[in-house]
Each structure stands twice: as C-alpha cells, then as structure tokens.
C-alpha cells in the first residue's frame, strides 16, 4: 500500500527566505508525483505535476523535484512572501485504477 | 467558466439522517473523485469512477454510496451508518486517458452533524 509522508507538519519562516518543503512516498512504481496548494476552508490548487520519467519541474518561484528511486520528492519555494503562507500537499498517482495517495500536508507560515 | 462546482458549502445533519453532496464538472473529464479531509488526516479517498454507470470504493467506503449516472455528476451520499461524519469533502475530476493529466478540485463541503 503507497504512503506518503510530509515532514514537518508545519514550517514558519521570515519573508524572503529560500525554503524546501519534502515529500516521501514507499512506492516507487508512480505514474506522477503532484505538488497543491490549499488556503485554510478551501479546495486545492494544482501548482506542479511531475511525470515519473521527468526529474523537474518549474512555474515561476517554484521548482519541484522527483527522485524516483529514492522515493523523494521536494518542492523549492524561491523568495517566500507571506502570500505563500498555505498548506502544501504531495501527491502520487499509482497503479492501474489511477488512485491518488495524498501526504498530510505541510502547513508553512511566512512571517512579513 | 470551466470548473468543478460542489454544493451546498455548508451543510448540517441531524443524527440519523441521510444527506447528499453535489458534485457537477463541466471539464469534460472522464474520471471523478470523492475525498475526506479531517485536521492533521490529509485527504482520504472514498470513491471513484472513471466511466459513467461505475465507480470503485477507495480507502474509507463505509457509510457512503456514489452514483455516476451522467458523465459531469458525482453525488455523494453520507449515510446513517457513517459514524462520524463531520468533516470536510472535496471532488475532484481528471481526465485518465494519461497519467501526465492533472486533477482538479472543487471548492468543498463542509458537513457537520447536530
């Protein structure tokens, strides 16, 4: 059974700082690894999607990596500003019948 | 503008009672999803489909039924034998022709019970 596992559960950081947020997961046979964004009440936003035959990808300040074999992932956040403060979640897509195993989540605190 | 719209935000249930979930994607995708969120749990899958006329439990079936009689609906029905269903529901729709297709999310609903 995939488990994915988002350690800490939560980061508080001073506006500006250069952060990485990380993302495990057991089961290497993945199709995609996503990164989301969730405000607090709402529903989540895709930030980045990451094939399995990819190693990265970029959107403006943030870069996700994927480590396959290892079974790691991280997201790079550059120049964190307070707007950045959400919860981040990972997210891989295995198997035949296309289920997504979510991490808990990493809520980050960016303090102005 | 194209989306996942699910209704009510809120919704109350009386103990005993059975209540429904809206789901409605005009996104054309061919795969649905119902998740529960409680605080510091992430997002647990309760069923999928990815044709119209079937769906698949996932993890936390019990107390919950789907239908997938139309390819943009998903309701959710949270039944009197979920227990403790207080908590936070989110739907999601992919397209599944690829793995490269990124999923979306509606908005949620937040259920309580009284």
């Known amino acids: 059974k995939q488990e994915v596992t988002q350690i800490p559960a939560a980061l508080s950081v001073p506006e500006g700082e250069n952060l990485v947020l990380n993302c495990s997961f057991t089961?290497?046979?993945?199709?995609?690894l996503q990164w989301f964004r969730q405000d607090p009440g709402k529903g989540l936003t895709s930030l980045l999607l990451?094939?399995?035959?990819?190693r990265e990808q970029t959107s403006g300040r943030l870069n996700a990596s994927l480590d396959k074999s290892s079974g790691r992932s991280t997201l790079y956040i550059a120049a964190s500003q307070p707007g950045d403060s959400a919860t981040y979640l990972c997210?891989?897509?295995?198997?035949?019948?296309?289920?997504?195993?979510f991490g808990k989540g990493i809520t980050l605190s960016v303090r102005p | 503008d194209g989306g996942i719209t699910q209704s009510p935000k809120y919704l109350f249930r009386k103990e005993g009672q059975n209540v429904t979930l809206s789901c409605e994607q005009n996104?054309?995708?061919?795969?649905m999803y119902w998740y529960r969120q409680d605080p510091g749990q992430g997002l647990r899958l309760i069923y999928y489909?990815?044709?119209?006329?079937?769906?698949q439990k996932g993890d936390i079936a019990e107390g919950y039924s789907v239908s997938r009689e139309k390819k943009e609906s998903f309701p959710l029905t949270v039944t009197s034998a979920q227990k403790n269903p207080t908590a936070f529901y989110l739907c999601?729709?992919?397209?599944?022709?690829?793995?490269?297709?990124?999923?979306?999310f509606g908005e949620g609903s937040w259920l309580t019970v009284v």
């Open positions: 999601a729709s992919r397209n599944s022709d690829t793995a490269g297709n990124t999923i979306y």
């Open positions: 089961d290497s046979a993945i199709y995609n």
């Open positions: 990451i094939q399995s035959s990819q």
């Open positions: 997210a891989v897509l295995t198997g035949a019948n296309s289920k997504l195993t």
């Open positions: 996104l054309n995708h061919d795969a």
């Open positions: 489909s990815q044709i119209v006329n079937d769906f």
